[in-house]
């Protein structure tokens, strides 16, 4: 089972974003500009630090979603020692959210939640 949270604010504190990703290891940080969301990683980042400065990142990526024929970027950050999806993996979960998203009425706060099991394709050699 994997969650997305989709936060749809203009600004985003810190302690909300790191709340998120320890819970829910995905974030989608919808309406974000990139020079905003990079910081907020870097700040992010350094509150999961513990004391000796070692600890989990935030990684920051910018998906290309496809919402109701509308091209979206979706502003995401994962937890690194939590998400244990690959980068592919985690794009198809965010475009999955952010469809189920805007189809229930993109509220502010959103929990999306995918119950379909982990499969890799696995090319055959």
């Known amino acids: ?16 974003l790191v709340d998120a990703l ?15 969301a990079r910081e907020l990683k870097n700040k992010a980042t350094l509150a999961m ?8 990142d935030a990684y920051y990526y910018e998906f290309e979603v496809k919402v ?19 980068l592919f993996e985690t ?6 959210a952010m469809e189920v998203w805007v189809a229930r009425g993109s509220a502010l706060h959103f929990l999306y939640t995918n119950t379909a099991p982990r499969t890799l394709e696995v090319e055959a050699r």
């Open 22 to 36: 320890k819970a829910h290891h995905v974030v989608v940080m919808n309406s974000l500009m990139r020079g905003q």
């Open 1 to 16: 089972m994997h969650q997305v949270a989709v936060l749809d604010h203009a600004v985003i504190e810190v302690s909300e």
């Open 49 to 56: 630090r513990r004391w000796n400065g070692e600890g989990p």
């Open 91 to 96: 794009g198809k979960l965010v475009q999955r």
């Open 68 to 86: 109701a024929g509308d091209r979206w970027f979706a502003p995401t950050m994962t937890h690194s020692d939590r998400n244990n999806l690959n």
